[in-house]
């Protein structure tokens, strides 16, 4: 059976299942989300009017046993940054969502009254109907209550309060196969799902499958693919540490971003890293090694437990860790993982809102390096809705201009990510000039300025750097679109053999007969379709620059500032 | 003796006194502010930060006898909007700095430590002090006391409490005469004055006079400007009823924006109108009829006293009373000006202060209608700076965010004044194109679509506007520049006399022959220099539009939306 549209409108509360238009046929994930959202969402819309839409997509290889294929991918006009946004998350949705032959869901238009509502999809139906049950509760409770509820293996996409009260940090969370969380983060798309008022979407695929058009090339594909992964030395950092690995990574390069942007390196790095954590999960029952979605054979994802051996997060990343530990100055793992799991429960973007916490530190809100502080700011404010707490749950820059405090992280209005662009200066090209406001998935120069993967480029010199930044940015593009997980691109980028087996996995399964160069191609042509949005929605050039403080304050201890002139950031869509 | 430029640097806190550019020579008010921010200012800089400037600047013929020549322009880039600001006000000021020989007052820098600073200025000195004393304090104390402890007759320029915590809605005051204040009102460029660590500036004249270059000339054209200008009609309206004539002229013609745009009458706009409150001025002993700065003929100021007949506000104008009164549903002239009185003590823009009250009002932070309540939030909230007063004190754009609200009347972040853009089309076209972000004052389009000023066009359709727009956006830049209250314009439309003496007086000022040509091109380079800076700073075509829902919701009565498409808003540039 071929895959169909799937079509929610919310303003009359109709649905539909359509045939997929050929235009949209060779994509999938980002590259069809960001195909929609241009084709169908007014670029000047309010992101929180009924004119702004939400596509989900699974990649072109969800649903597939493929290594690595279940990321899902959301898309909107963000209400964040304005821009279009790309969003991708683990979880099992992707793949039960292929499984029903859904190519996309489009969620469009806005109830007129002030009902709830829940999504339900299976292969030969979605359903709209009233939900109050769940309402106002927090994203742990909806998926409990959810899978005790359903039956048979459904996935479960919620939105928890954050969302439902439209506050731009909002995320959404994607249930993983163990019921706890996985988002997609940034730029407030949970934010977009609330203004649609709907608190979940379950996925039941029944005996839906994914139809393979030429299954022993597949199998074998798959095999040079898995063994490529398994086999590279980052990989098997990332599944004995996590994504936690490059806390003492970074921080030795000095371009750990701490006390809020002001600093390179922070004193405590020892008690917030992947080695301190791997030895406290084991100490505490955890699990140092786990799957957000079947088929990851990489396993970054971890069980925390806290000090008497309870649940108490997952999937834990560096990225979540660094910004409520160094930028915050918080140097206890247990408060950090405290504020992961309320932020999980509320649904917040733990990156936008723990260095909109920075921020408000800086403002003398809560003094930094008090963790219990910033864990009852998410509970007590941003989870009651208060002024102050909508003021954080909006985000670093929302921060900035309630206090008037002019050192803001931000590009586009989305909080700069856990690496510092003056200390990798591959990362000032890529927050600048990606189409998402400054998101470190989306050209990580980290990997070639400081991990040594893709050959090697100075992080401290420009050179060089504007074209990793665009090499990168245009094959994580591609990449997106496929359903992959973003961390087989360190095999991608070092082994021979990972990305011809990568293509073959797609050929294999459409029948078709791409090359690499198509490859690259589509990635082009997706950063051309999200800029042109961004255009049209009145983004240009200027907006393509990092806040004046990169320029002007030398970041400790390298002292270095990001130096790249307007023409040479430009010279980054010269292609 | 030439004019000089006053240049007062917060970095290191040192002043200079220069002789004036050439290129600057011809430019007064407006066109000089603009033309020295485009100069001086980094477009992409944060404006409360130490790259951004604050210039301030007589009109060309401010500090003489000229009828009508007191306005005193600041300029910088707003924090509010983002773009190029220029916003002028009346009070003793431009008067006395013109007798300084000042040109333009240029505020750069930032001071690096938490200490506040005064300015004072001379003909020959311009000096930096600490100050401690009045730091904290409200509009009114801070006018009151240096009123006591200055001597002769001397300007002062302050910030109240919002402009030190650099609230984006923050204004920046001027005495009156009679030491009551006048506001630069919109955008927030108290802000930039708070971010400069300056409290307030004091103009000492000491027995300086601005020079005349033919002065039987400028006699004789002075007579006849003021004979134009004391003739009109809308002159002598305004010197009864003062500007709030216009609440019931407006809401007969169904463009009187009620709770939160959502209705085109207030049902008890008799309550507030220019009538009623002349009436009630009279009862109580006020003054219907007051002078804003020496040589103003028209008046439109007036004294309003409580019901104990002691003094409660001044200079009462339409615009703040629409904007507590029929966009936030308040209908007790007496609650509007308790409000008045607490945002002019705060240093707030009672538009945009208003204005997002009325979007908090829909956000359900209080009722519609709660005037008292309005009172308390202003005074106990965002005079203490909390987080809602911060909310609120950010602006309309800032509680639309805060609160999810997607009926936010504002373009370019700032908000949409008295009249909406429904059914006075012309004022659409003002609105989405004025360099300004949403202003009124930048292209009165009300003038010949309701009041009959310069011709008549029809306020419900789209034929005309845009050149009406375009000529009275280019008129007004040149006016904005003389120094001159915007209020001559009724006169410069309607009555052949009035340009050609304005022109004269500015000839007989400096020994020149200027034409009405040249002060056409004047507008339109002001117009384009200011465009250029927007440019610069990222705005762009999609920037130059109203919020969607004056597309998509009729406004009662007429129940017209705004249908102009695009590319006609765009035309208004073609030129």
């Known amino acids: 059976m071929a895959d169909k549209i799937f079509r929610v409108n919310m303003t009359d509360l109709t649905t539909s299942i359509d045939d997929v238009p050929e235009a949209w046929a060779g994509h999938g994930g980002r590259g069809l989300t960001s195909t929609i959202v241009s084709e169908e969402v007014d670029p000047t819309c309010h992101p929180l009017g009924p004119r702004n839409k939400l596509v989900f997509a699974p990649g072109l290889l969800s649903g597939t046993v ?24 683990g979880g099992t949705a992707a793949q039960l969502m292929a499984r029903c032959g859904c190519k996309a869901l489009i969620i469009e238009g806005q109830p007129k009254d002030d009902k ?68 997609n983060g940034r730029g407030g798309l949970g934010a977009v799902m609330g203004s649609k008022k709907i608190k979940f979407i379950t996925v039941d695929p029944k005996d839906g499958k994914v139809e393979i058009a030429k299954p022993d090339e597949f199998k074998a594909a798959n095999r040079a693919f898995g063994k490529a992964l398994v086999d590279n030395q980052i990989s098997q950092a990332l599944a004995t540490y996590g994504t936690n690995v490059l806390v003492n990574v970074i921080n030795e390069a000095g371009a750990l971003p701490t006390k809020n942007f002001t600093l390179g390196q922070f004193e405590a790095h020892d008690k917030i890293s992947g080695e301190t954590m791997h030895d406290l999960i084991n100490e505490r029952g955890g699990k140092p090694k786990h799957n957000c979605h079947a088929g990851c054979v990489i396993q970054c994802s971890q069980i ?57 530190m800086e403002a003398g809100v809560l003094e930094f390096g008090d963790g219990p502080g910033a864990c009852k700011l998410l509970r007590d404010e941003v989870g009651k809705g208060t002024p102050l707490g909508r003021i954080i749950g909006n ?36 927050y600048a000039t990606t189409t998402m406001g400054a998101d470190h998935t989306s050209g990580y120069a980290v990997a070639t300025n400081i991990l040594g993967v893709g050959g090697t480029v100075d992080p401290l010199s420009k050179e060089g750097q504007i074209e990793l930044s665009r090499n990168l940015q245009i094959a994580t593009a591609a990449i997106d679109s496929t359903g992959m997980c973003l961390f087989i691109a360190f095999a991608a980028l070092d082994d021979p053999d990972c990305l011809p087996a990568l293509i073959d996995l797609i050929n294999a399964r459409y029948g078709l007969s791409l090359t690499g160069d198509d490859v690259t191609n589509l990635g082009k042509s997706i950063l051309k379709t999200e800029r042109a949005f961004n255009q049209a929605a009145g983004f240009g050039p200027a907006d393509d620059r990092l806040p004046e403080f990169f320029y002007d304050e030398p970041l400790p201890p390298h002292n270095t500032v990001v130096d790249f002139t307007p023409e040479e950031i430009d010279s980054f869509w010269n292609f």
Do not use: H
């Open 66 to 89: 493929a290594a690595n294929s279940g990321r899902l991918s959301a898309g909107a006009k963000s209400p964040l940054t304005n821009t279009i946004k790309e969003t991708n998350a």
């Open 395 to 430: 985000g670093a820059g929302s921060v900035g201009l309630a206090f008037g405090v002019t050192r803001v992280p931000v590009v586009k209005n989305q909080a700069i990510p856990a690496y510092d662009p003056r200390a990798v200066k591959g990362m000032a090209i890529t």
């Open 116 to 183: 709830w509502y829940a999504i339900s999809m299976t292969p030969d139906s979605i359903t709209i109907a009233e939900e109050t049950d769940l309402v106002g509760k927090g994203n742990y409770t909806v998926v409990k209550e959810l899978k005790e509820k359903l039956e048979g293996k459904q996935a479960v996409i919620t939105i928890g309060p954050a969302g439902e009260m439209k506050m731009t940090a909002a995320n959404i969370s994607v249930m993983d196969p163990d019921g706890n969380l996985r988002s």
């Open 304 to 360: 925390f437990n806290d000090k008497d051996k309870n649940y108490k997060t997952a999937g834990f990343e560096y990225e979540s860790i660094w910004a409520m530990g160094a930028d915050c100055c918080v140097e206890s793992l247990d408060d950090i993982a405290e504020a992961d799991q309320i932020m999980d429960d509320l649904g917040l973007d733990t990156i936008e809102t723990s260095v909109a916490i920075g921020v408000a």
